[in-house]
C-alpha cells in the first residue's frame, strides 16, 4: 500500500506508549491530536538533516504566521504551500520532507506556510494568513530568491482546500502561474461516490473527515453552502494539477474540481494514484511509490506550465 501512515493513536502508541489511554477514547481533544501527530511524525520521519532551510514569521498586529524558507537561488518560480492536516493539525515540521522533495522536483523556492488552526480559529482564519503569505511571496521580501515567472500556489488535503480557496480570492488581482492540489479536501459535501467506497480508507476515514469540517467551519449550513464547487467561480484559476490517492474518501473532490475546469476550457489535468492512499506525501523520503505518484504528479503540472 503506497503511502500508508497509521492513524493518530496508532502513532501514539507505537513511538509514546505513556499516552495509549490518552488516545483511546473517540473524543481526543483537538490540543492533544496536534502534540501526538507533530511528535510521532517527527520522530517517525528521519533522514532530513542537513538540507538548506531557515524559518522565519510574517509579523501582522497581533498575530505572527511562522513559514519556512526552501532557497532556490536559481529557481524560476516561488512555491507558495499550506500543509495538510485537517486545519486542526499539522505543522512545518510534519510536511518537511515533502517540502524538500517539491524544491528539488520543481526545481523552485518553496515557502511553507503555517497557517492559524481550528477549532480555535475557524474558517475563513486560514486564507487570510494565507493571502497575507502570498503578499508576502509577492512582495520580493529579500529573505526570498527572485522568481521571474512568479507564484505558484501548493497544498495538500486540508492545505488544499487553502490553497484553492486563496487562489479563488486572488487571481484576479494577483497573476498566479500555477495551482498544484494533492488530494484535497475542497468542499464539505459527501454525496460523492468516494465517500461511501472509501468510509473506511487508512490514513483517513469519513467520521475523521466530518470532524475536520466541523471543527473548521461549524455548523452554519450557509457558510457550508458557500463552499460549494460551481464552474461560475472557477473563470480566473491558473493552470491546475490534482493528483488523488485512488483509496481516500477526498478522491472525488479533485475530480470535480478538473472535471469543472475542463468544461470552461481551463488548462487542467487530475492524477489518480493508484494503490494510494490519503497522506502519502508526507513520506515521500521513506517510501518509493509516494515518490513516484509525486514526481508524477510534478511532471503532469510542469507539462502544464509550458
Known amino acids: 500500500m503506497i503511502g500508508f501512515i497509521p492513524d493518530i493513536p496508532g502513532l501514539a502508541t507505537q513511538h509514546f506508549p505513556a499516552w495509549r489511554k490518552a488516545v483511546a477514547g473517540s473524543d481526543v481533544p483537538f490540543a492533544l491530536t496536534r502534540r501526538i501527530f507533530a511528535a510521532a511524525i517527527g520522530k517517525s520521519?528521519?533522514?532530513?538533516?542537513?538540507?538548506?532551510?531557515f524559518d522565519e514569521f510574517i509579523t501582522l498586529p497581533g498575530r505572527e504566521i511562522p513559514i519556512r524558507i526552501y532557497p532556490q537561488h536559481d529557481g524560476e518560480h516561488t512555491v507558495v504551500y499550506f500543509h495538510g492536516g485537517g486545519c486542526v493539525s499539522g505543522n512545518l515540521d510534519t510536511h518537511h520532507g515533502f517540502c524538500l522533495a517539491m524544491r528539488n522536483l520543481l526545481g523552485a523556492t518553496v515557502l511553507s506556510v503555517h497557517c492559524r488552526r481550528a477549532p480555535?480559529?475557524?474558517?475563513?482564519?486560514?486564507?487570510?494568513?494565507?493571502?497575507?503569505?502570498?503578499?508576502?511571496?509577492?512582495?520580493?521580501?529579500?529573505?526570498?530568491?527572485?522568481?521571474?515567472?512568479?507564484?505558484?500556489?501548493?497544498?495538500?488535503?486540508?492545505?488544499?482546500?487553502?490553497?484553492?480557496?486563496?487562489?479563488?480570492?486572488?487571481?484576479?488581482?494577483?497573476?498566479?502561474?500555477?495551482?498544484?492540489?494533492?488530494?484535497?479536501?475542497?468542499?464539505?459535501?459527501?454525496?460523492?461516490?468516494?465517500?461511501?467506497?472509501?468510509?473506511?480508507?487508512?490514513?483517513?476515514?469519513?467520521?475523521?473527515?466530518?470532524?475536520?469540517?466541523?471543527?473548521?467551519?461549524?455548523?452554519?449550513?450557509?457558510?457550508?453552502?458557500?463552499?460549494?464547487?460551481?464552474?461560475?467561480?472557477?473563470?480566473?484559476?491558473?493552470?491546475?494539477?490534482v493528483v488523488v490517492a485512488e483509496q481516500d474518501p477526498l478522491r472525488d473532490d479533485g475530480a470535480t474540481?478538473?472535471?469543472?475546469?475542463?468544461?470552461?476550457?481551463?488548462?487542467?489535468?487530475?492524477?489518480?494514484?493508484?494503490?494510494?492512499?490519503?497522506?502519502f506525501c508526507r513520506v515521500v523520503q521513506q517510501d518509493a511509490g509516494a515518490m513516484a505518484w509525486v514526481e508524477a504528479g510534478i511532471s503532469e503540472f510542469r507539462r502544464l506550465l509550458t
Open 257 to 279: 474540481l478538473v472535471r469543472l475546469l475542463d468544461q470552461l476550457g481551463k488548462p487542467a489535468a487530475c492524477l489518480i494514484a493508484t494503490g494510494a492512499t490519503h497522506g
Open 120 to 241: 480555535e480559529n475557524p474558517h475563513p482564519a486560514q486564507v487570510g494568513d494565507a493571502l497575507e503569505a502570498i503578499r508576502y511571496a509577492s512582495s520580493c521580501s529579500g529573505l526570498l530568491p527572485e522568481s521571474p515567472k512568479g507564484l505558484i500556489l501548493a497544498g495538500d488535503s486540508a492545505g488544499g482546500f487553502v490553497a484553492f480557496r486563496s487562489a479563488l480570492a486572488i487571481s484576479e488581482v494577483l497573476r498566479i502561474r500555477g495551482l498544484l492540489l494533492f488530494y484535497p479536501a475542497l468542499e464539505p459535501d459527501y454525496s460523492k461516490p468516494s465517500f461511501t467506497l472509501h468510509a473506511q480508507a487508512p490514513g483517513l476515514t469519513l467520521e475523521t473527515l466530518r470532524q475536520y469540517w466541523d471543527a473548521l467551519l461549524g455548523y452554519d449550513h450557509a457558510v457550508r453552502d458557500r463552499l460549494a464547487l460551481t464552474a461560475a467561480d472557477l473563470r480566473h484559476l491558473p493552470p491546475t494539477a
Open 45 to 53: 520521519l528521519r533522514g532530513c538533516e542537513g538540507e538548506n532551510y
